[in-house]
């Protein structure tokens, strides 16, 4: 199965400083929706992991979440993409869950659910907690410069607090450009290879 795990505040839709709180306040980021479909179309299973700490500090509610969430369904299938699951943790940050990135754990129910090694499993996200959770899972992390991840723009190397060989890309649709041009080297490099 090809999996890839993606965050979805300010690599999908627009960051929020006072935080999406209703799906009016859902905005898909340019091309990102695109983005997904084409992965889609590549045999790609994309799943999101998301903190959704507004649901535990009372700013909004499961149902204004689901709402957020199908709209995002809804505006993906237009442009033929979708997204197999949704995993969020709806706790503060005070709380002290294992599921709230920077832990792996909203990683590892999803390597659970699907039943996936997430050993090398690409994962991109706009924030240092979201490339450090999917790392700590094991996963391939990917650290794309939109959303938060605006302030790394022309910073390079990245600050040592990043997991060792983060690569960076322009936005979802520059990730999803490499992911598929990885993919299409490595089946060639398979084609020609000498068969037993």
Same mark, same amino acid.
């Given at each position: 199965?090809?999996?890839? =795990?993606? @965050?979805?505040?300010? $690599? =999908?839709?627009?960051?929020?400083?006072?935080?999406?709180?209703?799906?009016?306040?859902?905005?898909?980021?340019?091309?990102?929706?695109?983005? =997904?479909?084409? *992965?889609?179309?590549?045999?790609?299973?994309?799943? +999101?992991? $998301?903190? #959704? $700490?507004?649901?535990?500090?009372?700013?909004?509610d &499961?149902?204004?979440?689901? #709402?957020?969430?199908?709209?995002m369904?809804?505006?993906?299938? !237009?442009?033929?993409?979708?997204?197999?699951?949704?995993?969020?943790?709806?706790?503060?940050?005070?709380e002290?869950?294992?599921?709230?990135?920077?832990?792996?754990?909203l990683?590892? #129910? +999803?390597?659970?659910?699907?039943?996936?090694?997430?050993?090398?499993?690409?994962? !991109?996200? @706009?924030?240092?907690?979201?490339?450090?959770?999917?790392?700590?899972?094991?996963?391939?992390?990917?650290?794309l410069?939109?959303?938060m991840?605006?302030?790394?723009?022309? =910073?390079?190397? *990245?600050p040592?607090?990043?997991?060792?060989?983060?690569?960076?890309?322009?936005?979802? !649709? !520059?990730? &999803?450009?490499?992911?598929?041009?990885?993919?299409?080297?490595?089946?060639?490099?398979?084609?020609?290879?000498?068969?037993?």
């Open positions: 199965m090809k999996l890839v =795990i993606l @965050d979805r505040n300010g $690599s =999908i839709n627009v960051h929020r400083e006072d935080f999406v709180k209703s799906e009016i306040e859902w905005t898909p980021l340019p091309s990102a929706l695109e983005a =997904i479909a084409r *992965l889609n179309h590549a045999g790609w299973h994309v799943v +999101i992991a $998301s903190n #959704q $700490s507004g649901l535990g500090r009372g700013l909004f &499961v149902a204004s979440l689901n #709402q957020m969430h199908a709209k369904h809804k505006m993906l299938a !237009a442009v033929g993409g979708k997204v197999d699951a949704v995993f969020y943790c709806p706790h503060s940050p005070d002290n869950c294992e599921c709230r990135k920077p832990k792996p754990g990683f590892l #129910q +999803i390597g659970e659910r699907f039943g996936v090694d997430l050993s090398g499993v690409p994962t !991109a996200g @706009d924030s240092l907690r979201d490339v450090q959770a999917g790392a700590a899972a094991g996963c391939e992390p990917h650290l410069l939109t959303g991840g605006e302030a790394c723009r022309g =910073i390079m190397p *990245l040592p607090e990043y997991p060792p060989g983060t690569q960076v890309h322009d936005n979802l !649709a !520059a990730f &999803v450009d490499f992911l598929l041009a990885r993919e299409e080297r490595e089946d060639k490099a398979a084609l020609a290879a000498p068969q037993d």
